[in-house]
T-cell receptor, first 109, second 117 residues
Framework: LAKTTQPISMDSYEGQEVNITCSHN???????ITWYQQFPSQGPRFIIQ???TKVTNEVASLFIPADRKSSTLSLPRVSLSDTAVYYC??????????FGAGTRLTVKP | GAVVSQHPSWVICKSGTSVKIECRSL??????MFWYRQFPKQSLMLMAT?????????EQGVEKDKFLINHASLTLSTLTVTSAHPEDSSFYIC?????????????FGEGSRLTVL
C-alpha cells in the first residue's frame, strides 16, 4: 500500500505560487518527510525535508501541521523550468523508501 | 558534495543477454543503496534494498535470480539484469541515503536506460 497520496497533476502559470499537498495518514513517529523533483530521464533531486512545523530553503517551503498527517510543498513564483514531477516520501532509518504516484506539475507561460 | 553516479547512462542489448549497471557513491560510503525501476509516465518502483556485505532485500514480485544485486564495497552496488527480455526495458535508478544522521534525504544517480531488442 502506498504510504502517501498526492494529486496526479496540477497546472499553473509562470509567476504564481504553487502548493502541492501530500497525505500521509499513517506516518510513524520517527518518519521524516522529504520532497523530490524529477525531470524526464533523470534521477529525482532532493528539494526539502522536514519533521514538523515549517521549513524553508532557497527553493521551497514545506508546511507540516501538528498532526503530521499531511504536508504541503510550496513553490514560490514558478517558472517554466519548474515543470516536473514532484514526489513526497516519508520514511525512517533507510527503510521502506517507496515512492507514491507523484504530482505532475505543468507550468504554462 | 556527495554524489551518486551510475554507469552506463544507457545501454542497448539483445534479448537473452545480461547487462550490468553500476552505482557508485562518490566521496562518501553507503552501506545501503536502493534500486528503482521506472516505466514511462510512471512513478519509481522500489526493486530492492542493497546492503553492503550481505544479501539484498527484494520487494515482493521482483525476481532475485533475474535482477542480481551485489554490494561488495561501501561505494559500489551493481544490478545485473540476467537474460534480459524486451519487457525489462526500463529506466533503472539507484540511490543512497545522505551520510550521517538519517533525515530522509536520498542522493539519486542519473539513471540508466535499458533497451532490450
Amino acid at each position: 500500500l502506498a504510504k502517501t497520496t498526492q494529486p496526479i497533476s496540477m497546472d499553473s502559470y509562470e509567476g504564481q505560487e504553487v502548493n502541492i499537498t501530500c497525505s500521509h495518514n499513517n506516518i510513524a513517529t520517527n518518519d521524516y518527510i522529504t520532497w523530490y523533483q524529477q525531470f524526464p530521464s533523470q534521477g529525482p533531486r532532493f528539494i526539502i525535508q522536514g519533521y514538523k512545523t515549517k521549513v524553508t530553503n532557497e527553493v521551497a517551503s514545506l508546511f507540516i501541521p501538528a498532526d503530521r498527517k499531511s504536508s504541503t510543498l510550496s513553490l514560490p513564483r514558478v517558472s517554466l523550468s519548474d515543470t516536473a514531477v514532484y514526489y513526497c516520501l516519508v520514511g525512517d532509518n533507510n527503510n521502506d523508501m517507496r515512492f507514491g504516484a507523484g504530482t505532475r506539475l505543468t507550468v504554462k507561460p | 558534495g556527495a554524489v551518486v553516479s551510475q554507469h552506463p547512462s544507457w545501454v542497448i542489448c539483445k534479448s537473452g543477454t545480461s547487462v550490468k549497471i553500476e552505482c557508485r557513491s562518490l566521496d562518501f560510503q553507503a552501506t545501503t543503496m536502493f534500486w528503482y525501476r521506472q516505466f514511462p509516465k510512471q512513478s519509481l518502483m522500489l526493486m530492492a534494498t542493497s546492503n553492503e556485505g550481505s544479501k539484498a532485500t527484494y520487494e515482493q514480485g521482483v525476481e532475485k535470480d533475474k535482477f542480481l544485486i551485489n554490494h561488495a564495497s561501501l561505494t559500489l552496488s551493481t544490478l545485473t539484469v540476467t537474460s534480459a527480455h524486451p519487457e525489462d526495458s526500463s529506466f533503472y535508478i539507484c540511490s543512497a541515503p545522505k551520510p550521517g544522521r538519517w533525515t530522509g534525504e536520498l542522493f539519486f544517480g542519473e539513471g540508466s536506460r535499458l533497451t532490450v531488442l
